[in-house]
């Protein structure tokens, strides 16, 4: 019979790892509102500065950064600013948008470019008065060939999306309209939901498949402490398997991501299983060499995939695979059985 708590125990382990499993179509299906504003020379500067690349809030900057206002002052003043400025303001000057043509300082929009040196430290600001109507129009982009988004947002006022709508100046008929989102923190929200659920997912798959392989041991061997070597080392391979039919049956996207990094994510989680076991069986040697050899194909898939790019990709995954094997080590270590079956059998004979 079926130890009654181990078997709660392992239909909790599933329930966290369905939910896992879904974590990233829930986060994919959460909405940001986007609205859609007539823009005119009224409409603050800072708010068009805020939503279009091509136009930067230097206000903002000073306000941030105090070291900016003598050197802004100046171009404001004479037109340029050439000469040294401090560390702080070289940082935050060195981050401006290199496509930025125009900039908003003290609710004034001005031409603007900028040239920011390391050695010496320096900037050569230059900073040239202007209207709304040539920012706009240089500006805009035609909402004939934006995205579905953005001419939803601009025909109706506001548009509800489940992706990134290109926030920015649009024209239409000769009128111009800001799309933004109506929620920075929404969009930041959705964000690192979608990046949460992203990783989150082949997590899922490990705990889903390690249960499944937990409850198939305690239904067939019976007595509380099943798992065994064999079946401790099965759930990685059956991990990725599962993973690379869920993503041929229903995923998208980039084929490297699919097929080698998200899924070696939940591989690396799946050995949290095998982990415990040798914790409690004190079976260092077996822990250590696993452990490489897992870090080294994980890699070493990642780097086949990604080229120089999967190496960084890589670690994090592996990072990322560990955090989620922690839960996993407990399973590994009370479910384990102090000796495999095949061992004890050879031996006796």
Not at 114 to 141: F, K
Not at 269 to 295: D, K
Request: aromatic share 10%; charged share 15%.
């Amino acid at each position: 019979m079926v130890p009654p708590t181990r078997l709660a125990a392992v239909v909790s382990l599933l329930v966290v790892g369905v939910f896992f499993t879904q974590s990233f179509s829930l986060a994919a299906g959460l909405q940001t509102t986007y609205v859609a504003d007539e823009v005119t020379a009224e409409t603050p500067p800072e708010l068009v500065a805020a939503n279009d690349a091509d136009v930067v809030d230097l206000t903002d900057h000073v306000s941030g950064t105090p070291q900016l206002e003598d050197p802004l002052q100046t171009a404001v003043e004479t037109g340029r600013f050439d000469g040294s400025i401090a560390p702080e303001a070289h940082i935050v000057l060195s981050d401006v948008h290199d496509d930025a043509r125009f900039a908003v300082y003290e609710g004034q929009y001005y031409r603007f470019s900028l040239d920011v040196s390391d050695d010496p430290i320096g900037a050569d600001i230059h900073l040239s008065p202007t209207d709304w109507r040539t920012v706009a129009e240089a500006t805009a982009d035609p909402a004939a060939g934006a995205a579905p988004g953005v001419q939803k947002a601009i025909d109706d006022g506001s548009a509800a999306q489940d992706s990134f709508v290109g926030r920015g100046v649009y024209v239409r008929d000769g009128t111009y309209y800001l799309v933004r989102p109506e929620s920075e923190s929404a969009v930041a929200g959705n964000f690192f939901a979608a990046v949460g659920g992203f990783l989150f997912n082949p997590i899922g798959w490990a705990y889903v498949v390690s249960g499944v392989g937990l409850f198939a041991a305690l239904r067939t061997r019976g007595g509380p402490r099943p798992l065994d070597t064999r079946s401790a080392l099965a759930v990685l391979p059956a991990t990725l398997a599962v993973m690379w039919g869920a993503t041929t049956l229903s995923g998208s996207g980039s084929v490297a991501m699919r097929y080698a990094l998200v899924p070696f994510v939940g591989v690396v989680a799946a050995f949290g299983l095998f982990a415990g076991m040798c914790l409690r069986r004190r079976a260092w040697r077996p822990l250590v060499v696993g452990s490489v050899v897992l870090c080294g194909v994980v890699l070493a898939v990642d780097v086949a995939a990604l080229g120089a790019l999967g190496a960084a990709f890589g670690m994090l995954g592996i990072v990322v695979g560990w955090g989620g094997s922690l839960l996993l080590v407990p399973y590994g270590y009370l479910f384990a059985s102090d000796f495999d079956e095949t061992a004890t059998e050879a031996s006796a004979h």
